[in-house]
């Protein structure tokens, strides 16, 4: 595989073998020239059968690598992945996403032909309920579920917007020059710990380069009944908190971006942009979550939480 590798598409997984099956499919039956990209799974210490439904159940693929990750956390997973890859670009899917028949032809496309070369590339979102949207889940809250859709055409994100994780790409070179993602943050056991791919993006910003959105290269969400409750986005709003006051501490270190811009607009507005339609404003679960959010990024900012 070697040296035509164009593009290495990454699964990070840990104990969700009962959806990885079907990303795998989307990722083998891709337009794209089998002999042009790989599909590297990165088992993230699972203790179920993923590695079996991965070396057993596509065998057949010759362009599937099975790699083992010992170290926890959703960031140690990432950046073995673009180590491992052979690929001149990486993209990153969750293990419970589904990705469009042209999704790697479409990133490579983006890559190519997008002047000057965006640094992260990625495109629009979409949940698939495993059981109906509960009304109290405003579309402030999506986000919280790596749903996005920023546009109907493609876009270069403005400050304020960004890229999920389970659908974004990266010229591998970057990420090495960027020493990858950064391991305090991301899933990190049990706790909801996020922002490492939105860290990345802002340091991206920060040396002039930029993310590119396009609503085609798209991919389709697995939502489960457990992360449609109320106490599910209660805690996952505060340690969203907990993730900005890391992002803000990281920035204020080694980054270029005034850390009074960051708070003003990269953010704490869009989190205001959202609440700009009076319904949602006035949703009081909503605002419970805003004042979770709030709670988490005060815990860690007095060392409560780490």
Known sequence: ??????????????????YLSRSINSL????????????????????DDTKKIVTHGFQHVKNLRYIYEG????????NTGWKEANGKYVAYLD?????????LEKIVSAFETIKPMPGCVGGKTEPIFETPRPR???????????????????????????????????PKKLLADMNGFPLNLGRIGNKLLS?????????????????YYDPR????????????????????????GVSKSVIIENLS????????????????????????????????FTVLCYLASLMGRISAQLKIVK
């Open 95 to 103: 293990d419970d996403a589904i990705v469009e028949k042209d999704w």
């Open 71 to 78: 170290a926890i956390g959703l960031s140690h997973a990432r």
């Open 217 to 240: 290269i798209s991919v389709s969400h697995h939502i489960p009944i457990s992360r449609l409750t109320r106490s599910w986005f209660v805690s996952r709003s505060f340690w969203s």
């Open 28 to 47: 083998v039956h891709q337009s794209y020239p089998a002999s042009d990209y790989e599909i590297l799974v990165i088992d993230n210490h699972s203790s």
């Open 136 to 170: 109290w889940l405003t579309n402030t809250l999506l986000p919280y579920l790596s749903i996005i859709n920023w546009s109907n055409t493609p876009i270069i994100l403005s400050c304020g917007q960004w890229l999920i994780g389970t659908n974004m790409a990266f």
């Open 253 to 284: 270190v080694c980054s270029k971006i005034p850390i009074k811009n960051l708070k003003g607009s990269s953010l704490i507005k869009p989190f205001r942009q959202r609440l700009g339609a009076l319904k949602e404003l006035l949703s009081p």
């Open 1 to 18: 595989m070697g040296q035509k590798m164009i593009i290495s598409a990454i699964i990070c997984t840990h104990n969700r073998s009962d």
């Open 195 to 211: 922002g490492e791919e939105r860290l990345l993006q802002l340091h991206l910003q920060a040396q002039g380069m930029t993310s």
